[in-house]
């Protein structure tokens, strides 16, 4: 995994271009699959560094709900439905749960019908929980 969370991209950078350009290094130099964590505080920014993740071969992405506000189970919803509508098919995206720094995944997000959005991996990824399937 790298560019995990907020505390890594605040560690690291907080330039987007920067955090393409880990992912880019890492898919190169990696072995193994490459999970990109594609967080930002808007939907825009987050699909930015989304698509571009995807495009540098990323076999994943790991997306928190946007941080620094809580929202509506209503709005965390269609944050993940939006992203994944603009992502299209080309890569798996991992609900990460961080809900003391963001707003809890609700049940109506991992609750989305598969044929909707089949790239959608419902079941919420926690530092707690290290299982992770590319297959």
Do not use: C
Not at 15 to 41: E, F, N, T, Y
Not at 104 to 119: C, E, F, K, Q, R
């Amino acid at each position: 995994m790298i560019n995990e969370s907020r505390v890594d991209e605040r560690t690291v950078t907080a330039d987007p271009d920067d955090r393409i350009r880990l992912v880019q290094l890492a898919v190169k130099r990696s072995r193994v699959p490459i999970l990109a964590g594609v967080g930002h505080s808007t939907l825009d920014g987050a699909i930015a560094i989304g698509r571009e993740a995807a495009s540098a071969g990323a076999a994943g992405l790991l997306l928190m709900p946007p941080y620094f506000f809580r929202y509506s189970q209503e709005d965390i919803r269609e944050f993940y439905m939006q992203f994944a509508a603009a992502l299209g098919r080309s890569v798996r995206i991992f609900l990460y749960n961080i809900p003391f720094f963001t707003t809890a995944i609700p049940p109506n997000v991992t609750s989305i019908h598969s044929d909707d959005l089949p790239n959608l991996v419902k079941e919420p990824f926690s530092s707690a929980s290290q299982r992770l399937r590319f297959n």
